[in-house]
């Protein structure tokens, strides 16, 4: 994922859903300052809803910014994503972690990112594996209102018009990290 990142030229536009202290928005805007040949401009939203949690991410990627020389826009919204304020086309990669099994409504949720992600934009996504954690009387994370395999995800993802670029799978954890493009 990162190499496809790496090798990126023009203006880059990132959203997190649920970014909690910034620290994945902070690595990647800095990864790409420090390149020989940088991107022309990077625009970081970091969306937080949490308010005990987002003011680390107004410092962090505020930090960044200012360190940019004017090549880094950074915000923090600290709302839910909804993609409401965001210009139609307007984003090359969504990324969210633990952030999607907590939507009630996934296939709006996925509508949305195809309006604001640009043409072939990418959907970095990393949910866990739950669906049979109720066989096993495991209870992992609160609030959760969908319960992922690696087809039902996939599933959702291609109905929607994405194609699968990487995916990971990490055993222990029983959390699986995907790459979708938009085709």
Known sequence: FAMRLSSWVGPLHVVEAGCANGAFLAVLGASHLLKATPVTSITLS???????????????????????SGRLQARVVRSLFTGADLQPASVDLVSSSHVLEHVTDPCTYV?????????GGYVFTEVPLQSTDHLKHLVRGLFHATFWTNASYNAMMERSGFSRVAEQFAQ???????LHRML
């Not at 970091?46 to 360190?67: T, V, W």
């Not at 509508?111 to 043409?119: A, E």
């Not at 222990?172 to 995907?178: C, D, E, I, L, P």
Request: charge should be positive.
């Open 46 to 68: 970091c969306y937080e809803a949490d308010p005990k949690i987002a003011p680390a991410a107004q410092q962090l990627l505020g930090q960044l910014e200012s360190n940019s």
């Open 172 to 178: 222990a954890s029983q959390v699986t990290r995907q």
């Open 111 to 119: 509508q949305t990112l195809r309006k604001v992600l640009r043409p």
